[in-house]
């Protein structure tokens, strides 16, 4: 059974930095892309940035290039965010999502099959 954990989230003040973990179970942790989404109040769920299965790929949203950066360690089975420079508008429940697919669909919601329960991550004005 697939299980993606997430930690790392808490309350910090805008400018300041967190870096979010997301542990996943399984074998085959190296095959997949793992992807990190956010949701805010309100608003639908977001892509944030994805990590290709080798790791050699990353992808950003718009609204946080230069200031989050997605790794992995497969041999730990885990995936990282790290965000600097964090502002109020990050503030949002982010969860991990891993899946296996063709093209350049990391963006999707659609390309992930597997997900975790999220980490709340609050930014203070």
């Known amino acids: 059974q697939v299980q993606l954990v997430e930690s790392g989230g808490g309350l910090v003040q805008a400018g300041g930095s967190l870096r979010l973990s997301c542990a996943a179970s399984?074998?085959?942790?190296?095959?997949?892309?793992m992807a990190w989404f956010r949701q805010a109040p309100g608003k639908e769920r977001e892509f944030v940035a994805a990590?290709?299965?080798?790791?050699?790929?990353?992808y950003y949203a718009d609204s946080v290039k230069g200031r989050f950066s997605i790794s992995r360690d497969n041999a730990k089975n885990t995936v990282y965010l790290q965000m600097n420079s964090l502002k109020p508008e990050d503030t949002a429940v982010y969860t991990c999502?891993?899946?296996?697919?063709?093209?350049?669909?990391?963006?999707?919601?659609?390309?992930?099959?597997?997900w975790g329960q999220g980490t709340q991550v609050t930014v203070s004005s």
């Open positions: 990590i290709s299965s080798s790791g050699r790929n990353t």
């Open positions: 399984g074998r085959t942790f190296s095959s997949y892309t």
């Open positions: 999502g891993r899946g296996k697919f063709k093209g350049n669909i990391y963006y999707s919601l659609d390309a992930y099959d597997d």
